[in-house]
């Protein structure tokens, strides 16, 4: 399927179908800067009133961050680390979990990344808290596993 009917679907009212645009979305920024190209439309997403909209442009933000030679990630960084915590704890969960990538994409970005995951404060119900304080701890050890720091 055409990037771009991929890319519109991600923010249709059809969250299954969006999610399977997703998955190809991520496939194809594993090995190619073509979805890059849409960058500026999953940071739009990231302010999205709908927590999927934004878990997508977290995780298709992180996934191009390999492909981005303009300074773009570092631009929209302070907005995508508000996401760790995220009024949503899914939301935010899946935003820690792509912090390495997107680090590992774009290494110089670790100290900031890794201040942010240090200083977060997430308050959630009891059942997701530590779920949200093993995930930063898990985020920070494999940043700091890759060297960049």
């Avoid at 302070?78 to 590992?104: F, G, N, S």
């Amino acid at each position: 399927m055409e990037l771009e009917k991929l890319v519109q679907a991600l923010t249709g009212s059809n969250d299954r179908y969006a999610y399977a645009c997703l998955k190809e979305l991520l496939m194809q920024s594993e090995n190619s800067d073509a979805v890059f190209v849409y960058f500026d439309r999953f940071v739009a997403m990231i302010s999205a009133q709908n927590s999927y909209q934004r878990t997508r442009g977290l995780l298709l933000i992180a996934a191009n961050a390999q492909w981005d030679t303009e300074g773009k990630v570092q631009e929209v960084l302070p907005e995508y680390l508000c996401h760790i915590t995220d009024e949503k704890p899914i939301t935010a969960r899946q935003c820690i979990r792509a912090l390495p990538q997107l680090v590992a994409g774009q290494p110089a970005l670790a100290p900031a990344v890794l201040q942010a995951l240090q200083t977060a404060k997430p308050q959630y119900a009891d059942s997701m808290q530590g779920l949200v304080q093993r995930d930063i701890a898990a985020a920070a050890q494999a940043i700091a596993a890759q060297g960049s720091v």
